[in-house]
């Protein structure tokens, strides 16, 4: 913990930045969506803009977090301050952790304190721009899963833990992609993400053509015997591929 604190402690400047930074995104996003859910003639029993606010705060938890994930290892990035990492009096598991918890943990308290606040600035603004509209509310994040009759993001429980662990996931691909690279991280995991994926579909695609043509094959009279073998090795051959892409 006092590796936490003292990290915080020393980048106070940076930390104040990125806070503001994620205030000032979310809020400019929510006022501007309000102007235009709030400036008809309409009345309605719960406020129009929770719908677009409880998509936002998925976006801006995925976006944000990945962009945290990837300052994990930015001290490596010059000479002098990987020297002063190594110069801290500590192992190098308790080094990584440190920062680890301070832009993973850390970030998700942070990310929820900016949201309400960004939130609070819309219905504070709105509120007294149009005070005879009292549907007009802060967000209820408990909107977020749930069967209830109103709007809900994610239905079922189910639902919701997929979409916080695809998250968690993401979010240590660009912390391991900090470690590979620590100047321009994060465009270069996001970069390097979307070329590795589209490789895997091209494959996945390019095996599931080959499975369909031996299909085809295995159809036809016996006296084409040596095509269909030829299909068959084809697809033995895509599936050992596929295999073993992901290692």
């Known amino acids: ?57 998925i976006w801006a938890l995925w976006g944000f977090g990945c962009l945290s994930a990837s300052f994990t290892m930015e001290k490596m990035k010059t000479k002098t301050s990987r020297t002063s990492m190594l110069m801290i009096p ?33 219905f504070t603004i709105y509120s007294l721009a149009y005070p005879e509209k009292d549907f007009i509310a802060p967000v209820d994040l408990s909107h977020l899963v749930g069967d209830e009759k109103y709007y809900t993001l994610c239905r079922r429980g189910l639902e919701f833990g997929a979409l916080i662990s695809g998250y968690f996931f993401v979010q240590s691909l660009f912390v391991l992609g900090s470690s590979i690279w620590p100047k321009n991280s994060f465009l270069k995991t996001f970069a390097s993400g979307t070329i590795i994926g589209m490789v895997y579909f091209a494959v996945g695609a390019l095996v599931s053509k080959v499975q369909v043509l031996f299909r ?7 006296n084409h015997s040596v095509d269909c073998n ?5 697809f033995c051959v895509g599936e050992l591929g596929t295999g073993l892409f992901p290692l």
């Open 216 to 222: 085809r094959c295995a159809g036809v009279e016996r």
């Open 230 to 234: 030829c299909c068959r090795h084809l």
């Open 90 to 122: 500590a192992t190098p598991f308790e080094k990584f952790f440190s920062r680890w918890f301070v832009f993973t943990v850390v970030y998700l308290v942070v990310f929820l304190i900016c949201y309400k606040l960004a939130d609070y600035t819309r």
């Open 1 to 57: 913990m006092n590796l936490c604190r003292k990290e915080m402690v020393e980048n106070w400047k940076s930390n104040v930045l990125r806070m503001v930074l994620m205030y000032g995104v979310m809020a400019v996003v929510m006022v501007w969506n309000g102007y235009f859910r709030y400036r008809g003639t309409y009345n309605y029993q719960e406020d129009p803009a929770w719908i677009f606010l409880l998509v936002t705060f």
